[in-house]
Structure formats: structure tokens, C-alpha cells
């Protein structure tokens, strides 16, 4: 039988065809498959393919995949597989491709992110592994993708309830890159969805919620630091944001505040050149920002938490062991009351005090 050269590489392709199948594994089935492509071998293609669909956590650990290109780690990414904990392999692939070449890769992490499919993570390691990436706490996007699974999380487990009056809405308003869009997240629809830009684009401002309207106060945006305050009041039919309010008497972001006994209390913060001990605080019903004490250490990145007729602060960026108090006094119509406090792990309580001032709790 004579045999032509388009035979005889016929018979050769086969044999290749036949020791690349036997041989696929993790860490060169992506070769083969590329090898598959280029020489238009569709059967070995397909059982490269397979093989990767069935084995694909081995394959996100093969050093090939760190050398992919974008488009073909989304491939990737899109694949389905029966192997448990798919996802946080997924994940985890994702970051170290990310950082094997930074530079040119951040910027396709967010990409990456939301075809991971994060709801299907474990509460656990959202919370733990996802949450302290800063791939993703340096990025609006990848935290609402965060937040939107760990609700998502949390619904599975709790059904989501909400007491009877309490909202089942979340915004979030501005952030780092400076923004003026407002996003709404459902915690019964596990959705978002978009409201009204606020009036002026603000990094590091704090709201709060007075009689649903929502009170947007200070902020940044570059260099430049603002005192201005608008508001969004959503009691009414389509909600705009008004900028018609009075100013604080200081220009502020990265600053905490909250509402207690129908005012409104800001604390702390940034100014551009330094944090801040000075404190304010807003009647809403006469439109009217007063001064009052500082605190005792400037603080900036904290939290101010309502705690029955007290108002606490901690965990600022300088001081984060410490807690302070703040009592306004009892010249206005409210039952006194104790605040019980956490210092250092140890209980504490603050008796209630007949002044403006702010004080360190302690053993009483």
C-alpha cells in the first residue's frame, strides 16, 4: 500500500491525538487544549475541554494559568464545574492573577469579580478572605458585590426579616472616586438600583436618616473640603436633593455622626490638614448648627453610636482601642439612664451626667 505525505501526517496527527488524551493532567491540559486550537485538532480540543470542566480547581493552581490573558482567564471563570468550593478557588485564581503582574492587572479585577458568582461563597469566607482583600475594599464596584452576597448570604439563613417599621433599604452615597451617585440595596429583594445624584460629588461624607429624610453632610473631594449639607426627602413623590440648608460651622470628611433626641451630631474628622476634636450638632426643625465640647482626643475614621441617652465613640483611625462618651445633659425632656460600654474587652459603665461633656468610661 503506498501512503501519500497527507497520509502519512494523518496517521501522525492520530498518534499525537491519542498520547496528548492519555496524557492530559492539570498542569498541561491548558497547552494541549491551546495546541488543539492552533493544529485544528477538534476531538483532542473537546477532550481537553472536558477534562478541565471536570478538574478545574487543578487547573486555577497550574502555573500556565497565571500567564493567561484576560479574556482567557473570563473564560475561565464562566466555566461550571461539580467540584465543592469551586467558587472560593475561583476567587482566590482571580487574586493571584491579579497581582502576578499588578500593574497591567488590577484594572480587570472588577471584571473578574462579577462573573465569580459571590453569593455562592460561605458567609465565613466573604467575611474573612474576600472582605480584607484590598483589591476589593479600595473599590465602590467590588464592594457592592460584596455586601449585595453577604446580604444574599444572610437572607438564606434568616429569611431577611425586618421589624415591623424599620426600613429595609440601604444607600450608599458617594465614595472614593468622588461620586455624586446614590445606590438603594433591598434587603427583602436582595436588588440594587439607582436614585437621584446628589448636588455636589463627595468623598469621606457621613449622613443620616431624620424622618426619612436623609441628611448628606461635609465630605471631599480632592484637596478641597466642605461644610455644605443637602438633603434628599423621601417622603416626597420623586425626591430630589436640596442644597438649601445651613452649613457646618466646620469643613469636614472622614467624620462620624448620629442622631439623638431629634438632633443631628457630627464629630471629629478631616480637614485637609489635620483630624479634628471639634464637635456640632443640627436641629433639624430650626435649621440651626450649634458648637459644642470637643472631645478629648482628635479623632478621624471613627464611629459615633446612639447607646440609650449617650452618645459613644471608638475605633478611630488614631486611637483604636479607646471610647468616649458624650452626654448632652438632661435640660431636655429624656429618662436618664447608664450606658454599658466595652474598654479594652472589660465592661464599663458611664453614669449619666447633668452637662454637656464627654468622658472615657471606666469602672464605676
Not at 472536558?50 to 486555577?60: D, H, P, R, Y
Not at 488614631?318 to 447608664?338: A, D, I, K, L
Amino acid at each position: 500500500m503506498e501512503f501519500n505525505n497527507n497520509h502519512a501526517t494523518e496517521i501522525l496527527s492520530n498518534l499525537n491525538e491519542k498520547f496528548f488524551k492519555a496524557s492530559l493532567n492539570g498542569e498541561n491540559c491548558l497547552k494541549i487544549r491551546s495546541y488543539s486550537n492552533r493544529y485544528n485538532m477538534g476531538d483532542l480540543g473537546q477532550a481537553a475541554e472536558t477534562f478541565i470542566s471536570k478538574n478545574l480547581g487543578a487547573v486555577l493552581k497550574s502555573g500556565d494559568f497565571l500567564q493567561f490573558s484576560v479574556d482567557d482567564v473570563k473564560a475561565m471563570m464562566k466555566l461550571e464545574s461539580v467540584e465543592d468550593s469551586i467558587d472560593e478557588e475561583k476567587y482566590r485564581s482571580a487574586v493571584a492573577w491579579a497581582f502576578h503582574d499588578f500593574d497591567d492587572r488590577w484594572k480587570n479585577f472588577s471584571d473578574l469579580c462579577h462573573l465569580i458568582q459571590l453569593e455562592n461563597l460561605s458567609k465565613d469566607f466573604l467575611i474573612k478572605v474576600v472582605q480584607k482583600e484590598k483589591l476589593v475594599c479600595n473599590s465602590t464596584d467590588r464592594m457592592h458585590l460584596l455586601v449585595t452576597s453577604l446580604v444574599s448570604q444572610i437572607s438564606k439563613a434568616s429569611a431577611c426579616k425586618v421589624k415591623p417599621g424599620q426600613s429595609d433599604e440601604i444607600l450608599i452615597i458617594g465614595g472614593w472616586n468622588c461620586e455624586r451617585s446614590v445606590a438603594k440595596f433591598n434587603t427583602k429583594t436582595i436588588q440594587w438600583s439607582n436614585m437621584t445624584d446628589t448636588n455636589i460629588a463627595r468623598r469621606w461624607p457621613s449622613a443620616v436618616n431624620y424622618n426619612q429624610q436623609i441628611l448628606l453632610m461635609g465630605g471631599s473631594k480632592g484637596r478641597t473640603y466642605y461644610n455644605s449639607v443637602e438633603m434628599l426627602d423621601l417622603n416626597d413623590e420623586n425626591p430630589k436633593w436640596d442644597s438649601n440648608l445651613p452649613s457646618m460651622g466646620e469643613k469636614r470628611g472622614l467624620f462620624a455622626s448620629a442622631l439623638l433626641d431629634g438632633l443631628v451630631y457630627c464629630a471629629g474628622g478631616y480637614n485637609g490638614t489635620g483630624s479634628l476634636s471639634s464637635c456640632e450638632s443640627y436641629h433639624p426643625e430650626e435649621r440651626k448648627w450649634s458648637s459644642i465640647r470637643n472631645m478629648n482626643i482628635k479623632r478621624s475614621s471613627h464611629s459615633l453610636v446612639r447607646a440609650r441617652a449617650l452618645l459613644s465613640e471608638f475605633n478611630s483611625f488614631h486611637e483604636r482601642t479607646s471610647v468616649q462618651c458624650f452626654h448632652p445633659g438632661f435640660s431636655r425632656t429624656r429618662n436618664p439612664g447608664f450606658s454599658a460600654l466595652f474598654y479594652d474587652s472589660k465592661p464599663g459603665v458611664l453614669k449619666c451626667q447633668d452637662q454637656d461633656i464627654w468622658k472615657n468610661p471606666g469602672k464605676v
